[in-house]
Each structure stands twice: as structure tokens, then as C-alpha cells.
């Protein structure tokens, strides 16, 4: 029970927070990014816990930069080329795949992660008594 109150207080924070990040940065959103938000933080702070928030922080950020990268295509496939509902459109990107992803914004994704990553971690142990974390680089 307390694992699914984690998943289900990381869910909602992390889809309110990249919702509203959205808005402030596009003007805009989608529910459909409520979503894939809430999903990428539960999975932050998940792989984090497999670990035991031992593994070098740049070995985080490149799981959790390959994590929201694939659903960010899988999700853009869904919703922009099945449903059609147009809700981004990577294509005037440089390095862009089916205007779904696309480097410029994987980078950006990177600093994000960064900071879910530690958001994650220390909600889960302030909050739900998990493990402190102890970050290192190398």
C-alpha cells in the first residue's frame, strides 16, 4: 500500500509539474502530457531505488534521458500520428525522428531529469521514510 501511495503521489506531482512546465514554456498543454510526466517521475524515482541510489548520477540521467526519449515517441506516435490530435510537432527540429523526438529537446530533457532525480529522492525519504540518497558523479 505504501508503494502504490508513492507511485500514485509521484504520478500526480510529476504531471502537474511538467504540465504547468509546458504552459509556462508553450503557452499550452495536453492532458496527454499530465501523463507521460507523472509516468517519467514514478520511473525516476524507481530506477533510483533499484540501484539504491548508488549508481553515479550521470549513469541516472542517461537511463531516465533514454526512459523519457522512448516514451516521448512512443506517446507522440499515439497521440499526434494514430489519434491525430497534433500535439507537437518536432519536424523544423535538427535531428528529429518522425517529428516525435528530437536532440535539441533530449538535451533539454537531460536538465530536467537532473532535477526529478533529486526531487524524487528526497520526497520519497522526507516524505515515505525510503532510503537517503547519496549522490555521486563518477
Known sequence: MKRLSEYLFLGTLGGILYYTFEVIFR???????????GFCLVFFAQQGMWTGWDAPLWKQ????????????????????????????????????LMGQICLPFAVIFSGLCVLGIFLSSYLLHFLYGEKLPHFHVL
Open 27 to 37: 503557452g499550452f498543454s495536453h492532458w496527454s502530457m499530465f501523463l507521460l510526466g
Open 61 to 96: 540521467v542517461g537511463w531516465c534521458v533514454i526512459f523519457v526519449t522512448a516514451c516521448e515517441f512512443i506517446t507522440g506516435i499515439i497521440v499526434n500520428k494514430i489519434m491525430g490530435w497534433a500535439v507537437w510537432d518536432y519536424t523544423d527540429q535538427p535531428f528529429q
